[in-house]
T-cell receptor, first 115, second 115 residues
């Protein structure tokens, strides 16, 4: 019962490099989300996908792109990494929108450092 | 817009003492409320949620929370803290009936437990 799986778990990049963070869920959830977590800032939403084929910007989308490849997978891409994007990135998914009381389920995070 | 305030950045309690973590939300209509816990290096785990019915909700690990509409609060409590409860705690809110709208998180309260 894997839940939400994120790869890689750790990554170090140089400024200007590009990278894609992968996320997959096996719970047949419709909605998927990308957050970043920085000290003292809580979790801030980058992008989300309410269903396959749709994506929407969150609070801090600049410098990122996303792809909802299929129902299971939602990737986050940094086209030209900047030191300000050093953070811990979390992917989450949520059960079908039968009720918004459904919780979000989180992966274990990707710790990204940009030098 | 919805928002969540966790007034305490860091709380230290003695093992065996009671605990209350504060959460205030800003949203006019019926909110759905969640508490998550994050152990070091881990993702977020759902402790409990409130969306209707009894305003006192029970969660995992002996936690409970009480929804008080008049105070716009959803405080988390535990009668006797264990050393393993040391972690960061996040309160989150979403607009009721909003389908797949993402949760909005507070900035978190870090709990330290001393002997």
């Amino acid at each position: 019962n894997a839940g939400v799986t994120q790869t890689p778990k750790f990554q170090v990049l140089k400024t200007g490099q590009s990278m894609t963070l992968q996320c997959a869920q096996d719970m047949n959830h419709n909605s998927m989300y990308w957050y970043r977590q920085d000290p003292g800032m809580g979790l801030r939403l980058i992008y989300y996908s309410a269903s396959e084929g749709t994506t929407d910007k969150g609070e801090v989308p600049n410098g990122y792109n996303v792809s909802r490849l299929n129902k299971r997978e939602f990737s986050l891409r940094l086209e030209s990494a900047a030191p300000s994007q050093t953070s811990v990135y979390f992917c989450a998914s949520r059960a079908p929108g039968k009720g918004s009381h459904q919780p979000q389920h989180f992966g274990d995070g990707t710790r990204l450092s940009i030098l | 817009a919805q928002s969540v305030t966790q007034p305490d950045i860091h709380i230290t309690v003695s093992e065996g003492a009671s605990l209350e973590l504060r959460c205030n939300y800003s949203y006019g209509a019926t909110p759905y409320l969640f508490w998550y816990v994050q152990s070091p290096g881990q993702g977020l785990q759902l402790l409990l949620k409130y969306f209707s019915g009894d305003t006192l909700v029970q969660g995992i690990k002996g936690f409970e929370a009480e929804f008080k509409r008049s105070q716009s609060s959803f405080n988390l409590r535990k009668p006797s803290v264990h050393w393993s409860d040391a972690a960061e705690y996040f309160c989150a809110v979403v607009r009721g009936g909003s389908g797949n709208t993402p949760l909005v998180f507070g900035k978190g309260t870090r709990l330290s437990v001393i002997a």
